[in-house]
């Protein structure tokens, strides 16, 4: 089993179009789940932001919830979330959950860019 560990690792020169791109890595879970808070009281909708999820191995009720903490928290007028690349598991709850029909979920990082910037900019 996994260790119950969560980091959070942010970039917003990655793009090169002004995204903060965050990569969550480990556990997202009930006792990891302050890290996540923590992290996100510190952002406001303000800039768009890609969360990447390839490196969250698992995630349970408690991190449905944190991703539909930080969807609400980081949209609002010229600003907008998309998640990418979620792995198996992590699919699978969002499945189980109706997440993938409510929240702007991309199987690519390049698509959930996309969705991010204005037509006129392509990465």
Do not use: K, Y
């Not at 791109?21 to 510190?42: C, D, F, K, M, Q």
């Not at 995630?59 to 007028?77: E, F, K």
């Not at 969002?94 to 029909?101: D, F, S, V």
């Amino acid at each position: 089993m996994d260790d119950d560990t969560l980091t959070i690792d942010t970039d917003t020169a990655a793009t090169g179009h002004g995204v903060l791109v965050v990569r969550p890595a480990g556990r997202l879970v009930w006792n990891t789940a302050a890290i996540w808070h923590s992290w996100l009281e510190t952002r406001t909708a303000g800039e768009p932001v890609l969360i990447d999820l390839a490196e969250l191995t698992f995630l349970d009720a408690t991190g449905v919830s944190c991703l539909i903490a930080a969807h609400r928290r980081l949209t609002g007028p010229g600003a907008a979330v998309a998640f990418a690349r979620p792995g198996a598991r992590v699919a699978r709850w969002l499945q189980i959950t109706g997440l993938l029909t409510l929240l702007p979920v991309f199987d690519t990082t390049e698509a959930a860019l996309r969705s991010l910037l204005p037509p006129m900019v392509t990465p």
